[in-house]
């Protein structure tokens, strides 16, 4: 992780920039699936997000837990196997011009319905009441 100190962060940037493996020409999407970015990603978001998520993975009787969130303009499912070793963070804009039926059928594909169902609930709370304040995330892909 101690590659990436060098990103600058609020109040020096404008903001928060989180680091994904791949990302869209449009930067509405970005995946992240080296941990050393996911852990990265999670020290940004935040100590008390961080305790919430360990506290996930113990309750789990699986083998790893699925989160959805929001961040920003975006809805983030973090995927994270229960000993945190590996795992997937995917980034979505709230707003996608697609139907809603190909959205569902690309999260189940991916996911699951009940991680399909819980994407569109944080998905309508962004987009019923979005302060344009809250546009503090940005995507980044690292180029080292």
Known sequence: MEKYYLIEQPPIAEKYTFLVDDISDKVNYGRAT??????YNRKLIGEKFDIDLKVGL???ESKGSTFVFDLGTFVTVLELRADQKEGKMTF????IDMPKSDI???LVDAYSQNIANEWFKVQEKLLENFPLENDIIRLHKPEF
């Open 58 to 60: 113990l309750m789990a």
């Open 34 to 39: 080296d941990i050393d970015k996911i852990n």
């Open 92 to 95: 979505f804009d709230c707003v």
């Open 104 to 106: 569902n059928k690309m």
